[in-house]
Structures are given as structure tokens and as C-alpha cells.
């Protein structure tokens, strides 16, 4: 079965053209490389938890909004190739490419895929 890497992150408001821009841009290079399927999604209706919720886990500001991905790849192997040569890219590299979110809150994983439906 396939394998997805998942992300999760807060994004300025003011800054999700500018997310989407660098995600259509990174995205193209991942699935250049082999990616199957390169996904984000902009919360819509992410409520704000007493105990755990989405925002709670990125420490997500009142003028930020949530934005969950995955990139689905064929195997854990043809993931760990392909991620080894997108960070390699030097087309990602440089400070036009900045991430327009703080990075440190971000959360992610790797994960085989149990069950598709």
C-alpha cells in the first residue's frame, strides 16, 4: 500500500496567497520527482478545542489559519528517495522561497497507509 507523509501548520492570514504560491511551486517539484499526490487544505471548520484540536496543536493565532496536507507517494522507499532529492533541489533553495509560516509549530509524519476506502 501507499505511503503519506502529513503536515499540519499555522499560516498568517495574510500570507496564504503566498503559501499557495510556494505550495504550487513545491508541490510541482514533488511530484516531478515521483510523488503521487501533493495535497493542502485550508481550514474551514477547525474549531478551537478545550483539551486537543488542530489549532491547539500548531499554537495557532487569532490571524492565523490552519492548513492540513499530505503527499502520497508509492512506499516508504520511493518516499525517502524522493524527499532526498526534492531537499536537494536547488530550485528550493534561496530567499525567494521562504516559508510563509513559522516553521517551528509545524507537525508532520510519515505513515503507511492501514486502509483505503
Same mark, same amino acid.
Given at each position: 500500500?501507499?505511503?503519506?507523509?502529513?503536515?499540519?501548520?499555522?499560516?498568517?492570514?495574510?500570507?496564504?496567497?503566498?503559501? #499557495?504560491?510556494?505550495?504550487?511551486?513545491?508541490?510541482?517539484?514533488?511530484?516531478?520527482?515521483?510523488?503521487?499526490?501533493? &495535497?493542502?487544505?485550508?481550514?474551514?471548520?477547525?474549531?478551537?478545542?478545550?483539551?486537543?484540536?488542530?489549532?491547539?496543536? &500548531?499554537?495557532? #493565532?487569532?490571524?492565523? &489559519?490552519?492548513?492540513?496536507?499530505?503527499? &502520497?507517494?508509492?512506499?516508504?522507499?520511493?518516499? %525517502? %528517495?524522493?524527499?532526498? #532529492?526534492?531537499?536537494?533541489?536547488?530550485?528550493? #533553495?534561496?530567499?525567494?522561497?521562504?516559508?510563509?509560516?513559522?516553521?517551528?509549530?509545524?507537525?508532520?509524519?510519515?505513515?503507511?497507509?492501514?486502509?483505503?476506502?
Amino acid at each position: 500500500m501507499s505511503y503519506v507523509d502529513g503536515f499540519i501548520v499555522a499560516v498568517p492570514k495574510a500570507n496564504i496567497e503566498a503559501y #499557495k504560491e510556494f505550495s504550487t511551486f513545491a508541490g510541482s517539484i514533488w511530484k516531478e520527482y515521483g510523488a503521487l499526490d501533493y &495535497v493542502e487544505c485550508v481550514g474551514d471548520d477547525v474549531p478551537y478545542g478545550e483539551l486537543t484540536s488542530f489549532p491547539r496543536a &500548531v499554537q495557532a #493565532k487569532e490571524d492565523e &489559519v490552519v492548513v492540513f496536507s499530505w503527499i &502520497v507517494y508509492g512506499s516508504r522507499q520511493e518516499r %525517502d %528517495d524522493i524527499n532526498a #532529492k526534492v531537499m536537494a533541489d536547488p530550485r528550493l #533553495k534561496g530567499d525567494q522561497w521562504q516559508m510563509p509560516f513559522d516553521g517551528k509549530r509545524m507537525i508532520y509524519g510519515g505513515f503507511e497507509m492501514m486502509l483505503k476506502l
